[in-house]
């Protein structure tokens, strides 16, 4: 149920190891939160597509399917926080002060965290997760200085983040080897997903493994009655098989009725919501007399990491960004426009574009765990339940709510089911 990365990864896997598969999609496209389409006739990723060297997972799949990269543009212009506004600033020092913030941030994290692929193989763990990034600002006393520093990575990465537990950071600083570059390069300035983007990885291992995907199929129920699943549809359509790879986010669990409830974990998660906000977007912005930039604005900004993503041969050059600012209209082409040319007013603005996710009915936002909820419930969330396992980035053991951990989470739900469920006991749903 899903076909984005974790519920393509776990149907290609089952269908390997020899079960019948359907791959149920709400949307008319492959993808979920990641999605390859065109913008002014050029090709532009609408959602997730970042990836670092660490990233075993997705780096893999790369590989296997002869999928290429690309790497980010080096910036010409470098605008930083300075004393309340954004001034020009070297690469060098932009690498150095925001270095020092985050050091000053991270303090002995590293020390604590020395299996970042092991959730709570230690104590630390735990009180990590208790405070909130804002917890651990007063903590260390950032000043309002640091804290503009790290905004823009900040909320490009957790969208409205002060609220956000200090160890969902932490966990992203130690996969990035504890270094300032290596995060930036993990968060969105490192390697990227080559011509195809996403949606060629997603298209090959679909046609790979001759997988049947049902577009259209948004599933409003699922019962499982102990000795097979069945499976309802918003178009009337039914279906009854041996297992079901739940693939969504969390968020989306309580849109669907279950016919056996869920556990009180996964209800309670999925009812609250993991970091619900009024905005959660990525935005796109085609200008022209612009050279690579890169912008990191202060705290609350509604773009608050704008950089050149792609360069084409018109000499048209791609702004991309995500934000979280509430009360910002991500998807108005003269607000997008207006807010360029308060930093740039030469620039020309050919044409902009925005996806608001939280207010995509398949998606209801990006993710991030508040101060708590890891601990409370992450195991609880990763568990499979009857005839049921569950797949999303949102509940990988690594790099979680990323790419990687989504391909991560596929292949663990398919192990599972495979594992719980013989070969014998499947059949081909009708």
């Known amino acids: 149920m899903g076909a984005g990365l974790a519920g393509v990864t776990a ?99 590293s020390d604590a965290l020395d299996r970042p692929y092991e959730p709570f193989c230690n104590d630390s ?64 300035a490192g390697y990227r997903f080559g011509e195809g983007g996403t949606l060629r990885l997603l298209s090959a291992m679909v046609s790979g493994s001759n997988l049947d995907v049902r577009f259209n199929s948004v599933v409003t129920e699922i019962d499982d009655d102990g000795n097979r699943v069945n499976i309802s549809t918003r178009s009337g359509d039914t279906l009854s098989a041996s297992a079901v790879v739940v693939a969504t986010p ?34 796109w912005i085609d200008v ?19 950089f050149t993503m792609d360069r084409f041969e018109d000499d048209t050059s791609r702004l991309m960004c995500f934000g979280a600012a509430q009360g910002f209209d991500a998807e108005d082409p003269e607000e997008l426009t207006a807010r360029v040319h308060e930093l740039f007013p030469d620039a020309e603005v050919v044409a902009a574009g925005g996806k608001n996710w939280a207010k995509d009915e398949f998606a209801l936002g990006w993710t991030g765990y508040q101060a708590g909820v890891m601990t409370r419930y992450l195991k609880e969330l990763q568990a499979p339940q009857g005839r049921l396992a569950f797949a999303c980035s949102e509940i990988a053991n690594g790099a979680f709510a990323g790419l990687d951990g989504a391909v991560e989470a596929g292949v663990s739900a398919a192990r599972e089911i495979a594992d719980r469920i013989p070969a014998t006991a499947w059949s081909r749903s009708r």
């Open 11 to 109: 149907a290609r896997d089952l269908a390997a190891r020899g079960r019948s598969v359907i791959v149920l999609e709400a949307r008319d496209r492959l993808g979920g939160r990641t999605w390859t389409d065109t913008f002014e006739g050029k090709e532009v990723e609408k959602g997730g597509h970042w990836l670092f060297w660490h990233h075993a997972h997705i780096w893999s799949e790369m590989n296997r399917y002869g999928v290429s990269l690309a790497e980010a543009l080096e910036a010409d212009i470098s605008l930083l926080p300075t004393g309340g506004k954004v001034m020009k600033a070297s690469s060098e020092e932009t690498a150095l002060r925001i270095d020092q913030a985050f050091r000053k941030l991270m303090g002995n994290v």
């Open 125 to 188: 763990w735990a009180e990590m997760d208790s405070w909130t990034i804002e917890d651990r600002y007063e903590q260390v006393g950032m000043t309002k200085d640091e804290r503009d520093l790290l905004a823009g990575l900040l909320t490009s990465n957790y969208g409205p983040y002060l609220n956000k537990s200090f160890l969902y950071m932490s966990r992203w600083w130690r996969l990035s080897g504890s270094t300032y570059e290596a995060f930036l390069e993990n968060a969105c």
């Open 250 to 283: 969390p968020n989306l669990w309580r849109t669907i009725e279950f016919a056996s409830p869920l556990t009180e974990g996964k209800r309670i998660v999925s009812e609250q919501g993991l970091a619900q906000a009024e905005n959660c977007y990525k935005v």
């Open 288 to 306: 022209k007399n612009l050279p690579n930039v890169s912008v990191m604005n202060v705290e609350g900004h509604p773009l608050p990491y704008l």
